[in-house]
C-alpha cells in the first residue's frame, strides 16, 4: 500500500513552541546519531542507520534535525528535511518519533511543531508528510498540527476506514470531496 500523504498549505499561522515542563527541544549535537537510532528503531520497528538514512542525505543539516530532551536523554525526534519532489516551497517533515516510554506527553506534537518552525527560518510556505494508516496516533497529531489528507485513488480507502474508524476531524467530509473524483485525478 502507498504511504498516506498529508500537506499543511501555510506556515503563516503555527502556534507558539512550548514544550512541557522538565523538556527542552534542541537541534541536533555531535554524539546524537546513537540516540536517534534508538528512537526511530523503537518507534519503527525497524532499525535504521543515521549515517545511511540522514546523514548522507543532501538534505542534512545539523538545524534541522530535533530532539525532545528530558534529563539529558534525547526522547523524541522529527527532521525539517527539504525533498524535491514536494518543491522549493514545501519543507517534509521526516522521521517523526518517540521513544515508547514518553508516548501520551504529546512530544510528537512539539517536535513536529519544532521542524514545522525551521520552515518558517527557511521561507517555505507549505508543509508535507508521509505516514502509514497504522500510525494512528501520529496522524492525529498531524490533524492537530493542521495538516490535511491528499486524496488519491489509491489512498482513499484507507482514508475513509480511518475517518469512520476514529472519527477524525478531517476539514471537508470524504464524501462531498468524492463527488467528481474521476474528474480531479
Not at 32 to 50: K, M
Not at 136 to 156: E, N, S
Request: proline share 6%.
Amino acid at each position: 500500500m502507498r504511504p498516506l500523504v498529508m500537506v499543511r498549505d501555510s506556515l503563516s499561522d503555527l502556534p507558539e513552541l512550548r514544550p512541557p515542563a522538565g523538556y527542552a527541544i534542541r537541534t541536533f549535537q555531535a554524539g546524537d546519531e546513537a540516540q536517534w537510532e534508538q528512537i526511530v528503531a523503537s518507534s519503527f520497528e525497524t532499525p535504521r542507520s543515521f549515517q545511511a538514512v540522514m546523514r548522507e542525505d543532501p538534505s542534512f543539516q545539523p538545524e534541522r534535525m530535533f530532539f525532545a530532551v528530558h534529563n539529558g536523554r534525547a526522547v523524541a525526534t522529527a527532521a525539517a528535511w527539504y525533498h524535491p519532489l514536494w518543491g522549493g516551497q514545501y519543507g517534509y517533515l521526516h522521521f517523526v518519533g518517540v521513544r515508547p516510554e514518553y508516548r501520551g506527553r504529546r512530544l510528537g506534537y512539539w517536535i513536529s511543531l519544532a521542524a514545522l518552525k525551521r520552515f518558517q527560518a527557511e521561507h517555505r510556505t507549505m508543509a508535507a508528510l508521509e505516514t502509514e494508516s497504522f500510525m494512528v496516533p501520529a496522524i492525529k497529531t498531524y490533524l492537530r498540527l493542521g495538516f490535511q489528507p491528499q486524496l488519491t485513488a489509491d489512498t482513499l480507502d484507507a482514508w475513509h476506514r480511518l475517518s469512520d474508524a476514529y472519527n477524525l476531524k478531517l476539514s471537508f467530509p470524504l464524501e462531498s470531496w468524492l463527488t467528481g473524483l474521476d474528474e480531479r485525478l
